[in-house]
């Protein structure tokens, strides 16, 4: 079956260590995005990839940097991690022709 | 800028009642309205939708119906099970904004027997 793939499910770091998410997709679409979803709270557009072409959502911090090597895959890079970073880091993917996103289970994260 | 507005849970009902969960939303144009739903420990699954005025999505049980006059998409469903409890996001997308998604915060339903 298509779907979205992110790895790991759940992550421990530390405080300050640089931490690389993954995400990918065999639906061959030509958008990702990655959002941050805090406890109780509605998921935070961080940056999309339309094909090559990055956008960073205005508030998104320099902190979080991402990677999108081919059509298939996608990686969240956090340089350096604090406590408030800790959230659900949840991959999703369209194609601009359909309103609809997918999303992949996420990957939580815990900074210690 | 685009907003929506869900009612605050968590929203508590015995098994087959009736439920409604109220979303507004605030946006220019004609957006596309979505409702996603969010099981324990897993990410966001596309739920229903609707993509202009009066249309009705529908899935698993589960309706709502895009009324532009009162900026509204109200997720029913008639009869809901234990296994429908999750977190509901409704969530809009507005045109010329390349595919981004305005959520709500969301509405806890626990279901009980």
């Known amino acids: 079956d298509a779907m979205v793939i992110q790895n790991p499910r759940y992550q421990v770091t530390q405080f300050g260590k640089p931490v690389t998410l993954s995400c990918s997709q065999t639906l061959n679409h030509n958008v990702m995005y990655w959002y941050q979803q805090k406890s109780s709270q509605a998921p935070k557009l961080l940056f999309h990839?339309?094909?090559?072409?990055?956008?960073n959502e205005a508030d998104t911090p320099d902190n979080f940097q991402s990677r999108r090597p081919n059509t298939s895959f996608c990686f969240l890079d956090i340089r350096s991690p604090g406590l408030g970073d800790a959230a659900m880091y949840l991959c999703?993917?369209?194609?601009?022709?359909?309103?609809?996103?997918?999303f992949g289970p996420g990957t939580r994260l815990t900074v210690l | 800028g685009d907003s929506v507005t869900q009612m605050e849970g968590p929203v508590t009902l015995s098994e087959e009642a009736f439920l409604t969960i109220n979303c507004t939303y605030t946006?220019?144009?004609?957006?596309?309205l979505f409702w996603y739903v969010q099981y324990p420990g897993e990410g966001l699954q596309l739920l229903l939708k609707a993509t202009k005025a009066d249309d009705k999505g529908s899935n698993k049980g589960f309706e709502a119906t895009y009324r532009k006059e009162t900026t509204s998409f109200h997720l029913e469903k008639g009869s809901v099970q234990v296994s429908d409890s999750a977190v509901y996001f409704c969530a809009l997308r507005n045109t010329g904004t390349a595919s981004k998604l305005t959520f709500g915060t969301g509405t806890r339903l626990q279901v009980t027997l």
């Open positions: 990839y339309y094909d090559k072409d990055f956008n």
């Open positions: 946006a220019t144009g004609y957006p596309s």
């Open positions: 999703a993917t369209s194609t601009l022709i359909y309103n609809e996103q997918f």
